[in-house]
């Protein structure tokens, strides 16, 4: 029987960096989350920081790649708590490397990640949104999809490929599943994570005198976009890709 008590956000790549911030974000608003991610010791440091926020938590261990393993948590969160009220599709790769150098199997694993891991994961979410009288998706773009390449020299085309194939997934599904499901995506610009920290530790000052805020970002500024798509009411916004980069200028 649907719990219509509890309000829920499954979210990919959830252990750490951005993926964490929204699940904490979106925990103090009073959702109960479920984590996928890769990373055993991070999902649990995660889900014990959402616990002490007193809300409920799933973890799953789990490559978004895997169609059917996607299918069997979304079953399994459906079997246990009956809806699925957010999608936030986060998980992602980047690979910098040029047309020359990168293999086809890096390519395939590129698209893979970022573009066939969002679908694996919306297709079974759907019908349980349809059948709860709605739901809300997010999607990870880049701010690469617009400009080819933020901040870099280094070709990134195979992974700008896989996050603009996000930004037409987003507009179609936003049509075809409106106006139950709202659709949207978000498209980052510079984010300090724990991945991207040494990177950006490097050239801060630079990136930094390129955006108009004069900062670089942090998943806390995600995080709040994110939990304003997954909780606006009423919500006139879909279809749409909210670039998240303190007016960027210099690419």
Not at 63 to 69: A, G
Not at 78 to 86: C, L, S, T
Request: aromatic fraction near 6%.
């Amino acid at each position: 029987m649907r719990d219509v008590s509890r309000k829920v956000a499954l979210i990919t790549g959830g252990g750490r960096g951005i993926g964490r911030g929204c699940a904490l974000d979106l925990a103090r608003h009073g959702f109960d989350i479920v984590l996928v991610d890769l990373i055993e010791d991070d999902l649990a440091r995660t889900a014990q920081e959402i616990r002490d926020l007193s809300r409920d938590v799933l973890t799953f261990i789990a490559d978004v790649r895997d169609h059917k393993r996607a299918a069997e948590i979304v079953r399994e969160v459906d079997e246990k708590w009956g809806r699925i009220d957010v999608l936030f599709n986060n998980a992602g790769r980047s690979m910098a490397k040029g047309i020359e150098e990168i293999s086809e199997e890096e390519f395939d694993a590129t698209i893979d990640i970022n573009l066939k891991g969002a679908f694996n994961y919306i297709q079974p979410t759907v019908p349980i949104m349809r059948r709860s009288g709605g739901g809300r998706i997010v999607n990870m773009s880049s701010m690469n999809a617009h400009t080819g390449g933020v901040t870099s020299a280094v070709s990134k085309f195979s992974y700008t490929a896989a996050k603009a194939g996000i930004l037409g997934m987003t507009k179609a599904l936003a049509k075809e599943l409106g106006p139950e499901i709202v659709v949207n995506a978000i498209c980052p610009g510079v984010i300090k994570t724990e991945r991207s920290n040494a990177m950006i530790e490097a050239r801060e000052a630079q990136l930094a005198a390129g955006i108009t805020l004069k900062r670089v970002g942090t998943p806390q500024d995600v995080a709040s976009v994110v939990t304003f798509l997954a909780t606006s009411e009423p919500n006139f916004l879909t279809g749409q890709d909210i670039q998240i980069d303190g007016f960027q200028w210099v690419r």
